[in-house]
């Protein structure tokens, strides 16, 4: 009988020198990214000194450059070609994302710290009546008056009429009528807004009627309407069909089901669109130009007169071209970029407020 | 309450897409009737023309008729939001409406319908919600997001909607395909108790559920891809699993197809 006897390997496998572990590899340490990034900026300002560049943009643009391919390098050698892939595409993505930001963040930071020296309660209180150009008194609330007035009517018109085109598109539209509407609507997104303003303008001559807040609301309602339809149409669409039909199936009406259902569901989106929209319009000078006249003095009245704007105001005081229309330009400038974050931050807390919540 | 369902004839189309052909049956009131068959067979389609809700698809249209108590559901001047609240449904993916709480989703057909009367409403919610074997995993929580929930909680909460309205049929469309074993049973349990009030029709892809839940079942099939589904038959439940009449159900419920 020939028992073989099973020999007990104590003998740990040979590890083939060369080959490492199958699943862990060398890899770069978490702060190699801001490492490659801190060289590649040196390296920029270094080459850039040299070769004696003043543009700042050159060094920006050579720094980033130089980051994007120190990145792929360094991640080549130490790591393996796909890490090198994946760091090179994060690295793109960043850079991207940088020339995004530091443009808008030199702006607000340009708008915020020139338009803060004459932005106080006189600013925001008094208008431009017998103010000379040169004076540094003066301020912004009849362009304030008159923006509110213009963008709160437009909104007042376009809002409803928005909501509701989207809502037959969406919940009954179909064939040739739908098709019609959706086109048109885009085709409005694309109108320029001199032409909304001379569309108004030529009904203005035809009609002679005077300028008015309420012609420039006018022609900012015709700016504002495809950018609501569009905004509520998407958001109407992401109500879940299954929604729908839970309230058709409890013997709902559809018309109840759109009104207490649909639109409670697609609120918070469908805020935040017409915010967009709001936000959209408030900067716009052109239409201002031809339809509502600009003035120096207060006119609460939307329906008779000229009224200023805010848009209007900040070009008309860069025209005057003394340094202190200068400060009232920039002041007026931060007034409108605060007024549209204002919205912006009042729309957040509505969608929050109001999304479907989620909570145990 | 509990009305007898007549089905004449019935066929139905998505566009020019033939779904369902020439379907007749009779669902016995306060019973659970089962409807079984293959995926794509046409049992939810039938189902949905039960309450006038394949209309509401783009292109859905129907053919024949459907008798609740001898009136029929397609007749002229028929309005299908009346038929909605007389004949409640149940989906497959449990769908309480985000935006309510517990409570308002109980009482949101009554509240849109417009059918209520204030002091009544509180009474109503706990009786449906009673009723779906739920009021005291949620009492002392209606005012939370319905959504908030468990899946199997989520249905039930959907099968108290569906009750409230008081409706006299109630249609489920595999109410317990997204759900655990446990949640399914009390499901199950739930439907055994409805059926004392209401008449019940059950789409279910599990023979076992069918086998337990219902009084009647009728198996559905069809030819052959893109062809109508057909009933093939319908019968007592024990009748249908035990020894049916078509040969084509019993390799269905054996698992021997093709």
């Not at chain 1, 390098?73 to 960043?94: G, P």
């Not at chain 1, 930071?109 to 600013?123: A, M």
């Not at chain 1, 009627?209 to 339809?229: C, F, H, K, W």
């Not at chain 1, 569009?230 to 039909?245: A, Q």
Request: charged content about 15%.
């Amino acid at each position: 009988m020939s028992h073989a006897p099973t020999t007990v390997q104590d003998r740990p496998t040979p590890v083939p020198t060369g080959v490492k572990s199958s699943l862990s590899s060398r890899s770069l340490p978490r702060w190699a990214p801001i490492g490659f990034a801190a060289v590649a900026i040196a390296l920029g300002v270094g080459t850039s000194l040299a070769a004696g560049w003043h543009s700042r943009i050159q060094w920006g643009l050579i720094s980033a450059l130089l980051f994007v391919i120190i990145s792929y390098v360094a991640t080549t050698v130490v790591e393996n070609q796909r890490q090198a892939k994946d760091r090179l595409a994060t690295s793109i993505v960043w850079v991207c994302f940088l020339v995004a930001v530091v443009p808008l963040a030199s702006l607000l930071w340009t708008t915020v710290s020139r338009g803060s020296e004459r932005l106080d309660g006189y600013f925001l209180t008094h208008s431009m009546a017998g103010v000379l150009g040169s004076e540094a008194s003066g301020g912004v609330y009849h362009a304030l008056i008159g923006t509110l007035e213009q963008v709160g009517i437009a909104t007042v018109i376009s809002a409803p009429l928005g909501l509701l085109t989207a809502v037959y598109l969406v919940e009954y539209g179909k064939g040739a009528l739908a098709r019609a509407v959706t086109f048109f609507v885009d085709v409005m997104t694309g109108i320029p807004s001199i032409v909304a303003g001379l569309f108004i303008l030529s009904i203005m001559l035809i009609a002679s009627i005077e300028p008015s807040g309420l012609m420039g609301a006018l022609a900012l309602t015709i700016l504002m309407i495809p950018v609501v339809v569009r905004s509520t149409e998407e958001m109407l669409k992401l109500v879940p069909n299954e929604l729908r039909e839970a309230s058709l199936a409890l013997g709902i009406p559809k018309w109840r089901t759109i009104l207490k259902v649909v639109l409670p569901t697609a609120i918070g989106g469908i805020t935040t669109g017409v915010m967009l929209a709001i936000a959209r319009i408030a900067g716009e000078t052109a239409p201002i130009i031809l339809l509502v006249f600009g003035s120096q003095l207060i006119n609460t009245n939307p329906f008779e007169g000229a009224q200023s704007s805010l848009p209007f105001y900040i070009y008309e005081q860069y025209k005057i071209g003394e340094a202190a229309s200068y400060d009232r330009a920039w002041a007026a400038a931060l007034v409108l970029i605060a007024f549209v974050m204002i919205l912006n931050l009042v729309a957040r807390g509505i969608a929050r407020w109001k999304a479907p919540k989620s909570g145990r | 309450m509990a009305k007898r369902i007549d089905v004449g004839g019935l066929t139905a189309y998505y566009g020019s897409h033939k779904a369902i052909e020439d379907i007749s049956m009779t669902v016995e009131p306060r019973s659970v009737t089962a409807f079984i068959g293959p995926s794509g067979c046409g049992k939810s389609t039938f189902l949905r023309t039960l309450n006038r809700m394949h209309e509401v698809t783009p292109g859905g249209r129907v053919e024949g008729k459907v008798l609740l108590d001898d009136e029929n559901l397609y007749g002229t001047g028929v309005d299908p939001v009346t038929v909605r609240r007389t004949v409640g449904m149940v989906f497959q993916r449990p769908n309480p409406f985000p935006t309510m709480s517990i409570f308002d989703n109980v009482a949101a057909g009554l509240r849109l319908n417009g059918s209520y009367r204030k002091n009544q409403l509180s009474d109503i919610v706990e009786k449906s919600l009673r009723g779906a074997n739920l009021w005291n995993e949620v009492k002392d929580r209606l005012n939370k997001p319905g959504s908030g929930l468990s899946g199997g909680q989520q249905q039930r909460l959907c099968i108290a909607r569906a009750i409230a309205v008081e409706p006299e049929v109630l249609l489920m469309d595999e109410p317990c395909s997204a759900l655990d074993p446990i949640s399914t049973l009390a499901i199950e349990d739930l439907i055994g108790e409805l059926k004392e009030r209401f008449t019940i029709v059950i789409v279910t892809h599990n023979m076992q559920q069918a086998a337990r839940v219902s009084d009647r079942t009728a198996f559905f099939n069809l030819a052959a891809v893109g062809k109508p589904g057909r009933l093939i038959e319908i019968d007592e439940t024990e009748r249908i699993f035990s020894n049916p009449s078509v040969q084509a159900t019993e390799d269905y419920i054996s698992g021997r197809f093709g």
